[in-house]
């Protein structure tokens, strides 16, 4: 086990809050600092990881440290955001769970980079055989996240790189667990930053992006200008500094990403299109009275139109008048200034927010997971990146909603690690002194509850007939909720506790002043129908289709009023809890050290505010009285039985029995677990990771023991029915002419290989033998002699082949029994053409006994010189070529015999074939040499000079061998 940072250690303090001496806020506050100040910003609640922004970069994510953790338990590590993401995995894989990683905490407190760091280590540690499309899924879902931070993210006053949507992602993956595809959710993206910012506060990056980072060309077909102080919605943040990030570069990546999540080039080029046509309608100014206006510049109409594919005639009166649909009739009426202010506004709005929804949609389809026939069981891994807390100098409609999210988030936490906890332990029977927290369901009530919180009370408004303002609802929540604690508001117009028109939340995570001016507008989100018109007369069809409501055929018909912007929120985040309640979670709670990002920093005031409200003291005290593991008492026999040889493979006994005899196997205490009603609970983890560890091994020696008998049965029945179909193919090959010679063996697998390949041999030599003993002497001794000339032959010489077998080349010659009364048998003779030492050609006999060879005249007339003894013959050399010359070496300096040996026939084979036995028999091995050329010397005179004998193909095509001046035809 590695050494871990667990223990007492004044240098970098405690990884685990559980191990703390004494469960304080004061002890559990210095923890935390004494590990930032060494840089280690991560600490463990039991398996709750608790971060502190560095706002520095820190050498603790690369690819070594990713190694350190594949594989291995929480508790055998430095504490790390990498631990939570493997024992998540880990998870998912051992168990087919679906789990999910919540990641909480305020503006700026470091979410989204934890969101990337998630995903880089879950990308790292999969796909170990390398897959194509495994690694084309793993690589989209890491590139998407660069495009939707573009168009999600913007600067604010605590983060240069806030995120202003909620996503929730999952990643799915196969039985093997390698991703294969994915999906994103969508929550409130923030689209009123489109047209309106706070002081110190930029627009969406995306739009600093196209105008620091697109080709002159595309901007000038657009009618931009790189100046992000020309445009009204990107001016009031053109000066800002923005940290670490870099306009210009991020446009190219954002770029890039696109291509590789599957973006079509049209597609992007709509998504620019869009872009700047926002630019140009924030720079639209109006000018008239409260009744009707008019456009001062109308020149850049023809931008927005091209941008846009709209008719540009229609684009004037689209902002400056109204259609209105009531009782079946369509009528239309001027705007004042304000209104079209407004109605452009909301144009902005809704294109931006459309446009934004159309890339999340195209990533989805990129990144689902496909039904794929080899992936079995999916499973899934959620990673919920969400908006943190907000507290704005002004805060309106947006940080309303995004703070009842993160109470929401905050009640699933109480509840799963606080309120159920505790619960469960009192239903089951545990003994357990109660923990005391603070339940925030009493504030998403106030903001959810239906008919009379928050939100309904605005929808009630908003849709109401006659006249409405936000001052009139704002005096009717004074009425509601005048007497709840967790409201404020003035109660008259004598009281000067807050400022007019604003009302005070005090959230789980401190008081938040809103701005009631303006909620009745967002929530109703109204885009006026002649926009909507505007739009589905667009050209371009992917434009066209994100106004579907512009199509005129549906207004007389049109009755249900769309639910609004706050219902629709609140829907929305009740779906995500119930989807986070399907999962397994984990937590990263993640905390802000400073207001102003400085590294290696802590505002303690700030420090102690985010503790309180994240109630993670109150966590560690009931992480460490309780049990981190717990589990129906079935289902744990079931899995864990295994582990004991008395339990597995029978038991007869109850499951609590068994249980009780598996620990003791295991060597576990009675005081590290305790079996309830209906569940048994683990303490510490380190049980739970070892009894899964001896689980894996025991599962890997069973799974051995089954492969081994399922193959043994394979094995057997494939022998069986190989020699089954064995006995049928050649049962009867006796019988055959052929002897079974062309009969097909039976296919089989790898096993009987070397089986077959010894029957193959048997069946050869059975064959072969009785092949043999049908043949003559005769034959079978030329077989014989083929097979040796095949040896120094086979391979070598063009023209030889072992299937051709060998002549009878014994001459008939009535002078043969004479020569052979005189000079003992002939063991090979045939007519041959001799070169001599004049280099002409000459007919004789060639004869051959086992002491000599003979090259006689028609009438067997034998001269001295026509003999050459066997002994005497040092080697042999032929061509590889199609020709019958060989050349006699011998051991008398220029004696050597040249020969074309039945220059008509096939006999050269069969003559070294003879000679070579001939040899072998006086004990002499005979080289025999298969040249390019021959060397050799004939003349009889021991000073004369070699001669190179050559060869090439005849051009006529003559067959045969033909001897001419040193050279050799043949064909």
Not at 555 to 578: C, D, L, N, Y
Not at 641 to 663: A, F, H, Q
Request: proline share 4%; glycine share 6%; with cysteine.
């Amino acid at each position: 086990m590695a050494a871990l940072d667990v223990g007492q250690n004044a240098t970098v303090g405690y990884g685990d809050a559980i191990m703390l001496d004494k469960v304080t806020e004061e002890a559990f506050l210095q923890n935390l600092k004494v590990r930032f100040d060494s840089g280690r910003i991560y600490t463990y609640i039991g398996e709750v990881v608790v971060s502190v922004n560095p706002y520095r970069n820190l050498d603790i994510y690369t690819d070594e440290v990713v190694k350190q953790y594949d594989g291995k338990e929480m508790y055998e590590c430095h504490p790390h955001i990498f631990a939570l993401a493997e024992a998540a995995y880990k998870l998912m894989k051992r168990r087919g769970q679906d789990t999910c990683i919540v990641i909480s905490g305020e503006s700026g407190s470091g979410k989204t980079e934890a969101s990337k760091i998630i995903m880089k280590y879950i990308a790292a540690v999969t796909n170990i055989s390398q897959r194509k499309e495994i690694e084309r899924i793993k690589n989209m879902l890491i590139r998407s996240n660069v495009a939707l931070e573009s168009f999600g993210n913007a600067k604010t006053t605590r983060n240069d790189n806030s995120s202003r949507f909620g996503k929730y992602m999952d990643i799915n993956f196969d039985f093997k667990g390698d991703p294969i595809g994915g999906h994103i959710n969508n929550y409130l993206l923030e689209k009123s930053r489109v047209v309106q910012q706070q002081t110190g506060e930029r627009n969406f990056h995306i739009f600093f992006q196209l105008l620091a980072g697109a080709a002159d060309g595309m901007l000038a077909q657009m009618g931009l200008a790189r100046d992000f102080a020309a445009y009204a919605f990107t001016a009031s943040g053109a000066n800002l500094a923005i940290g670490k990030l870099d306009d210009k570069r991020d446009f190219n990546s954002v770029c890039h990403a696109l291509n590789d999540v599957g973006f079509a080039m049209d597609t992007q080029n709509v998504i620019w299109n869009t872009i700047g046509a926002i630019l140009h309608l924030g720079n639209i100014k109006f000018d008239g009275d409260e009744d009707e206006c008019k456009i001062v510049d109308a020149s850049m109409m023809k931008h927005i139109a091209a941008l846009l594919a709209v008719p540009e005639k229609m684009i004037i009166p689209s902002l400056t008048r109204r259609v209105v649909a009531a009782r079946g009739q369509v009528m239309e009426r001027p705007l004042g200034v304000a209104a079209a202010k407004f109605s452009r506004d909301a144009f902005a709005k809704a294109l931006y927010e459309r446009i934004f929804v159309h890339i999340i949609e195209t990533i989805n389809k990129s990144i689902q997971a496909r039904a794929v026939a080899d992936t079995g069981k999916q499973t899934v891994i959620g990673v919920l990146d969400i908006y943190g807390f907000e507290v704005l100098q002004l805060n309106s409609f947006e940080q309303f909603c995004i703070n009842y999210c993160n109470e929401k988030l905050q009640q699933l936490f109480i509840e799963l690690t606080l309120k159920q906890e505790q619960d469960e332990y009192q239903a089951e029977g545990i003994a357990w002194n109660p923990v005391e927290y603070f339940n925030n369901k009493i504030i998403c009530d106030l903001v959810e509850a239906r008919p009379n919180g928050i939100i309904a009370s605005l929808d009630e408004e908003s849709i109401r007939p006659g006249d409405k303002s936000d001052a009139t609802w704002l005096d009717k929540m004074r009425t509601t909720f005048n007497t709840h604690k967790h409201f404020k508001t003035r109660t008259g117009p004598q009281d000067r506790s807050l400022p007019e028109g604003t009302f005070k939340l005090i959230h789980y995570a401190g008081e938040v002043l809103y701005t009631a001016n303006g909620f009745m507008d967002k929530n109703t989100d109204t885009l006026f129908k002649d926009l909507s018109r505007l739009m589905f007369k667009s050209s371009n069809v992917i434009l066209r289709e994100q106004f579907p409501e512009g199509d005129e055929s549906t207004w007389a018909g049109a009755a249900k009023r769309p639910p609004t912007a706050g219902k629709t929120f609140v829907t929305s985040m009740q779906a995500m809890i119930e989807t986070l309640n399907t999962k397994v979670p984990s937590y990263v709670r993640c905390i802000k050290p400073n207001q102003r990002k400085i590294p290696k920093r802590i505002e303690d005031d700030m420090l102690r505010h985010q503790v309180q409200y994240l109630g993670l003291v109150e966590n560690v005290r009931v992480r460490r009285a309780g049990f981190c593991f717990r589990e129906a008492i079935p289902e744990f026999f079931q899995r864990y039985r295994l582990l004991s040889p008395n339990t597995y493979p029978r038991w007869k006994g109850s499951d609590v029995d068994g249980i009780s005899t598996i620990m003791s196997a295991m060597g576990v205490s009675a005081a590290a677990y305790q079996i309830g009603r209906t569940k048994l609970f683990i303490k510490n983890p380190v049980t739970v990771f070892r009894l899964e560890e001896e689980r894996d091994v025991k599962i890997e020696s069973i799974v051995i023991r089954l492969q081994t008998a399922f193959r043994l049965h394979r094995i057997r029945k494939e022998i069986s029915n190989y020699y089954s179909e064995l006995l049928k193919k050649f049962g009867n090959v006796a019988k055959d002419p052929h002897l079974g010679y062309r009969t097909s063996w039976p296919k089989h697998g790898p096993v009987l290989n070397e089986a077959e390949a010894f029957l193959k041999r048997v069946y050869k030599n059975w064959w072969a033998r009785k092949k043999i003993l049908g043949l003559s002497d005769e034959r079978r001794q030329l077989m014989r002699l083929q097979l040796l000339a095949h040896e120094f032959l086979g391979k070598k010489k063009q023209g030889f082949k072992l299937s051709s077998a060998f002549p009878s080349l014994l001459l008939t010659h009535p002078g043969l029994s004479s020569f052979e009364a005189n000079y003992g048998r002939a063991l090979f003779t045939c007519e041959t053409i001799k070169v001599s030492s004049k280099g002409k050609p000459l007919r004789r006999f060639l004869i051959m006994t086992s002491e000599a060879v003979y090259r006689t005249d028609p009438k067997f007339k034998i001269a001295p010189r026509r003999v050459t003894t066997i002994k005497t013959i040092t080697s042999v050399s032929v061509s590889k070529f199609a020709d019958r010359m060989v050349v006699l070496h011998t051991a008398e300096p220029a004696h050597d015999s040249v020969l074309c040996v039945a220059a008509s026939g096939d006999g050269l084979p069969q003559f070294l074939a003879n000679l070579y036995v001939a040899c072998r028999d006086l004990g002499i091995k005979l080289p025999i040499n298969v040249l390019d050329t021959i060397t050799y010397n004939n003349t009889r005179k021991a000073t004369a000079a070699p001669k190179t004998m050559n060869f090439r193909e005849n051009p006529a095509g003559i067959p045969g061998t033909i001897w001419k001046n040193n050279s050799v035809l043949y064909a």
